[in-house]
Structures are given as C-alpha cells and as structure tokens.
Nanobody, 124 residues
Framework: QVQLVESGGGSVQAGGSLRLSCGVS????????MGWFRQAPGKEREFVAA????????GYADSVKGRFTISRDNAKNTVYLQMNSLKPVDTAVYYC?????????????????WGQGTQVTVSS
C-alpha cells in the first residue's frame, strides 16, 4: 500500500509563493510517476502538474505554466510543487497522486494513489 501525505499549504496574498511537499511511503518511490491536482469549491478536480519517475520530464496545465514548478527528490521520497506569483484563482485543495504508468498523466483515472489534500488560499 502506498501512502501520500501533503504538507505546506496555507494562506498567502496574491503575488506570494508557497511550496507544497508530498511524502510517499510504502513502495519504491522512483517506480511512480507523480502528479499534482487541485479542486476549488464547487468545481471539478483539475490537473496541475506531473513529473516522470526520474524527474527528467515534467508537464503543466496552461493555467500554471511559468508560475509553478514540480520537482522530486527520489532519495527523500518526496515530490514538490513550488508555486510563485499566486493568484486568487489558485485557491483550492491541492492533492498529490502517484501512478505506476509511464508518461505524464493529466487525468485522474491515470493515477493509482492519492493523498488527503492540503488547502491553499490566496487572497487579493
């Protein structure tokens, strides 16, 4: 069983930055592609970013490209999401997810394991 635990959420003013972390336990971390999704109140969960098993490849939603950076440290079993130039529309619960599939998945069904989420609130 794979367990994912997010941390680093909080409240920030527009233009600020936050770094989310997701610690993974239970299996060999480098065997999983990782992704970040978010869900705003009253909206569907949406893809934010993904990273390959080695970290060599990344992908982003258009809405966060140039502002967010996904990275991973396989020695620490952790994936990160650095969020800069935050906007009120970025307010959401952020989830990390793990997949055994190759490639940079952007759809929820491509992921096998999920964390419990961490709240990010951006005020204007």
């Amino acid at each position: 069983q794979v367990q994912l635990v997010e941390s680093g959420g909080g409240s920030v003013q527009a233009g600020g930055s936050l770094r989310l972390s997701c610690g993974v336990s239970g299996r060999t971390f480098s065997n999983y592609g990782m992704g970040w999704f978010r869900q705003a109140p009253g909206k569907e969960r949406e893809f934010v970013a993904a990273i390959s098993r080695s970290g060599a490849s990344t992908g982003y939603a258009d809405s966060v490209k140039g502002r967010f950076t996904i990275s991973r440290d396989n020695a620490k079993n952790t994936v990160y999401l650095q969020m800069n130039s935050l906007k009120p529309v970025d307010t959401a619960v952020y989830y990390c997810a793990a997949t055994v599939a190759y490639g940079l998945g952007s759809r929820q069904y491509e992921y096998d394991y999920w964390g419990q989420g961490t709240q990010v609130t951006v005020s204007s």
